[in-house]
Protein backbone atom coordinates (compact mmCIF):
# COMPACT_ATOMS: atom_id res chain seq x y z
CA UNK A 1 0.00 0.00 0.00
CA UNK A 2 1.39 3.47 -0.64
CA UNK A 3 -0.04 6.82 0.80
CA UNK A 4 1.04 9.97 -1.16
CA UNK A 5 -0.03 13.26 -0.33
CA UNK A 6 0.37 17.26 -1.61
CA UNK A 7 0.49 20.49 1.02
CA UNK A 8 -0.30 23.50 -1.57
CA UNK A 9 0.72 26.84 -0.09
CA UNK A 10 -1.23 29.70 -1.41
CA UNK A 11 -1.72 33.43 -2.20
CA UNK A 12 -4.98 34.46 -3.40
CA UNK A 13 -5.68 36.89 -5.43
CA UNK A 14 -8.45 39.66 -4.94
CA UNK A 15 -9.84 38.87 -1.67
CA UNK A 16 -10.19 41.09 0.72
CA UNK A 17 -12.06 38.93 3.87
CA UNK A 18 -12.16 35.57 5.46
CA UNK A 19 -15.70 35.30 3.95
CA UNK A 20 -14.23 36.08 0.20
CA UNK A 21 -11.73 33.26 0.85
CA UNK A 22 -13.67 30.77 1.37
CA UNK A 23 -15.30 31.37 -1.89
CA UNK A 24 -12.29 31.02 -3.62
CA UNK A 25 -11.00 28.10 -1.11
CA UNK A 26 -14.09 25.69 -1.07
CA UNK A 27 -14.46 25.25 -5.05
CA UNK A 28 -10.90 24.37 -5.33
CA UNK A 29 -10.94 21.35 -2.72
CA UNK A 30 -14.69 20.34 -3.82
CA UNK A 31 -13.36 19.88 -7.19
CA UNK A 32 -10.11 17.90 -6.12
CA UNK A 33 -12.70 15.53 -4.42
CA UNK A 34 -15.21 14.98 -6.93
CA UNK A 35 -12.26 14.62 -10.00
CA UNK A 36 -9.73 12.50 -8.54
CA UNK A 37 -11.37 11.05 -5.13
CA UNK A 38 -8.89 12.52 -2.97
CA UNK A 39 -9.28 13.52 0.42
CA UNK A 40 -8.82 17.52 0.37
CA UNK A 41 -9.23 19.88 2.95
CA UNK A 42 -7.57 23.80 4.05
CA UNK A 43 -5.38 22.45 6.77
CA UNK A 44 -3.56 26.35 7.52
CA UNK A 45 -3.54 29.78 7.27
CA UNK A 46 -7.31 29.66 8.28
CA UNK A 47 -6.77 33.06 9.77
CA UNK A 48 -5.08 35.13 6.73
CA UNK A 49 -7.69 36.03 4.23
CA UNK A 50 -4.90 36.47 1.70
CA UNK A 51 -2.96 32.56 1.96
CA UNK A 52 -4.30 29.20 1.97
CA UNK A 53 -3.29 25.64 3.02
CA UNK A 54 -4.97 23.11 1.23
CA UNK A 55 -3.97 19.08 1.65
CA UNK A 56 -4.93 16.36 0.08
CA UNK A 57 -4.34 12.65 0.16
CA UNK A 58 -4.74 9.38 -1.54
CA UNK A 59 -3.69 6.00 -0.72
CA UNK A 60 -3.96 3.08 -3.56
CA UNK A 61 -1.95 0.23 -4.17
CA UNK A 62 -0.02 1.49 -7.24
CA UNK A 63 2.59 4.14 -6.86
CA UNK A 64 2.48 5.00 -10.68
CA UNK A 65 -1.53 5.67 -10.24
CA UNK A 66 -0.65 7.65 -7.17
CA UNK A 67 2.15 9.75 -8.45
CA UNK A 68 -0.42 9.90 -11.92
CA UNK A 69 -3.24 11.34 -9.73
CA UNK A 70 -0.84 13.40 -7.41
CA UNK A 71 0.21 15.11 -10.30
CA UNK A 72 -2.82 15.92 -11.85
CA UNK A 73 -4.09 17.67 -8.74
CA UNK A 74 -1.16 19.84 -8.65
CA UNK A 75 -1.64 21.18 -12.26
CA UNK A 76 -5.50 21.85 -11.54
CA UNK A 77 -4.06 23.96 -8.68
CA UNK A 78 -1.49 25.07 -10.70
CA UNK A 79 -3.89 26.37 -13.28
CA UNK A 80 -6.78 28.38 -11.17
CA UNK A 81 -6.61 31.99 -12.30
CA UNK A 82 -7.34 33.39 -8.92
CA UNK A 83 -4.96 31.89 -6.69
CA UNK A 84 -0.54 31.82 -7.28
CA UNK A 85 0.75 28.29 -6.56
CA UNK A 86 3.84 29.65 -3.87
CA UNK A 87 4.53 26.32 -3.19
CA UNK A 88 3.92 22.04 -3.22
CA UNK A 89 5.03 19.84 -0.63
CA UNK A 90 4.50 15.84 -1.96
CA UNK A 91 5.05 12.86 0.34
CA UNK A 92 4.92 9.22 -0.70
CA UNK A 93 5.10 6.36 2.22
CA UNK A 94 4.88 2.97 0.72
CA UNK A 95 5.20 -0.37 3.11
CA UNK A 96 8.41 0.26 4.36
CA UNK A 97 8.42 3.50 5.68
Do not use: N
Not at 13 to 25: A, I, N, P, Q
Not at 76 to 82: F, T
Amino acid sequence: MYVGTLSFDLLLGDVHSLKEKRSVVRPIVAELQRKFSVSAAEVGDQDLHRRARIGVALASGDAGFLSDVLDRCERLVAARPEVELLSVRRRLHGDED
